[in-house]
């Protein structure tokens, strides 16, 4: 959805919803600007629905229940907090499923694939799945970093990379992935098998495959799942410990369920991504000075997630903000900035150039690439964080700059840049994928 404005209106406020409130930014007289949004379609039946329809209609794939008939151990694959899908109206169905199929709680183990991510908390995970599913089944962080609770199979045939899974998962007789699909830098879309062969693998694969290597391939594509380096990595790994049967939900800005495929790992994902493009891919006029992106709760809790709302600002197919120009992010980070590894990185070199050209010539370890991707942003334009709990001093050391409100470092950035100013406002910038025309 694009929303154009022409100058000339007086300092006309905009509230934005983050998830978790409002941000309020004032539009001077004299400054034009876009707001522009995913397609936003409501859901046409409440959640109840639209699941049970994709659990009695699974995708190439036999029902659940049949597919769970006389298997002892089962697994189920569900993401960590960093990411919001409906897992409490999810998982019911699926325990039902087992259950008609006469599968005891015992048999069944959930596993929250969080890559390399800090595992949650007892209260966390309370929150995400339910007090009823945490305290009458076995719930378990996955450990990328317990050799002993990892399984190598050996070397995958293009990018070489040595592959290590969840040993729990590797046993299972019957593995479940429930995820989401929404635009991801790497894997053109998040999804499908990337919760198994990255959300339950051991940390050096996770970092073989998170390199400037396999980022800066030509065929490593934002938005794009069809002969992808990462994503055909992802499947090749699935290809050896599958996932047999999938759940992937797509939502709308405001977390609502739009709809949901299950069945067949590859099949089912293809016809999410397919709904998934047609909500999220926004065409964009021109390029703007100034961009200000918006990323949503549960993004907003740390830097190390939010800051990926400017992903699709510069490094999606186009640049939608001039080179040189500034990229506003209103995000509160209650938690901090996520990764002191990621403060450091940026914060030991003089300029992200420095990063970005060393992490060339020696790789960097596990979570790195997060670093590198920032640091390539920041040599193309300035990012001003906003509205956030962060220590500005933090923030500085990482090249990045800080503001009090989005209002302030727009009127900072108006100042610095001079007139006529364009501004282009993403009110979801993290499932906003901008196509510039």
């Not at 569900?78 to 039902?96: A, G, W």
């Not at 906003?386 to 800080?402: C, F, R, S």
Request: charged share 25%; net charge neutral; glycine share 6%.
């Amino acid at each position: 959805m694009l929303m154009k404005y022409r100058e000339g209106d007086n300092l006309k406020t905009i509230k934005l919803d983050n998830g978790k409130g409002q941000i309020k930014i004032q539009i001077p007289n004299g400054v034009t600007y876009e707001i522009i949004s995913p397609m936003e379609i409501k859901p046409s039946k409440n959640s109840n629905q639209i699941l049970k329809e994709a659990f009695d209609k699974p995708v190439s794939s036999e029902s659940l229940k049949d597919l769970a008939f006389g298997k002892e151990k089962i697994v189920i694959i569900v993401c960590d907090n960093t990411r919001y899908l409906p897992q409490k109206e999810i998982l019911p169905f699926v325990l039902e499923e087992l259950r008609r199929a006469n599968i005891p709680k015992e048999y069944i183990e959930i596993i929250i694939a969080t890559g390399t991510h800090d595992p949650m908390t007892l209260e966390e995970i309370k929150e995400m799945l339910g007090k009823d599913i945490t305290d009458q089944y076995t719930v378990t962080n996955h450990n990328a970093y317990d050799e002993s609770n990892l399984v190598f199979l050996g070397n995958s045939r293009k990018l070489k990379v040595p592959i290590y899974l969840n040993k729990t998962v590797v046993e299972a007789d019957l593995r479940i992935g429930i995820g989401t699909v929404d635009p991801h830098i790497f894997a053109g879309y998040s999804g499908g098998n990337k919760i198994l062969s990255v959300g339950v693998a051991g940390v050096e694969s996770i970092a073989q495959t998170h390199n400037p290597k396999v980022m800066e391939d030509k065929n490593t594509k934002f938005g794009d799942i069809e002969n992808n380096t990462f994503r055909d990595f992802i499947n090749e790994v699935a290809s050896i410990v599958k996932i047999d049967f999938l759940i992937n939900v797509v939502q709308n800005s405001k977390k609502e369920l739009i709809s949901a495929f299950t069945g067949d790992a590859i099949l089912a994902y293809g016809e999410a991504v397919k709904a998934a493009k047609r909500m999220y891919e926004v065409k964009v006029e021109r390029q703007g000075d100034i961009v200000i992106t918006i990323p949503k709760y549960p993004k907003t809790l740390n830097l190390y997630q939010a800051i990926r709302s400017i992903n699709s600002v510069v490094l999606f197919k186009k640049p939608i903000v001039k080179e040189g120009g500034t990229v506003v992010l209103p995000a509160e980070c209650w938690k901090g900035i996520g990764s002191e590894d990621f403060h450091d990185d940026l914060a030991r070199v003089s300029r992200p150039i420095e990063y970005i050209e060393k992490s060339r010539k020696v790789g960097f370890p596990p979570e790195g690439n997060k670093a590198f991707t920032v640091a390539k942003m920041l040599n193309y334009c300035k990012i001003v964080v906003t509205d956030t709990k962060l220590e500005e001093g933090k923030l500085n050391a990482m090249h990045i700059g800080y503001a009090k409100t989005a209002t302030e470092a727009l009127k900072n950035s108006i100042e610095t840049l001079g007139k006529p100013i364009h501004v282009l406002i993403l009110t979801d910038g993290f499932l906003t994928l901008p196509v510039l025309e």
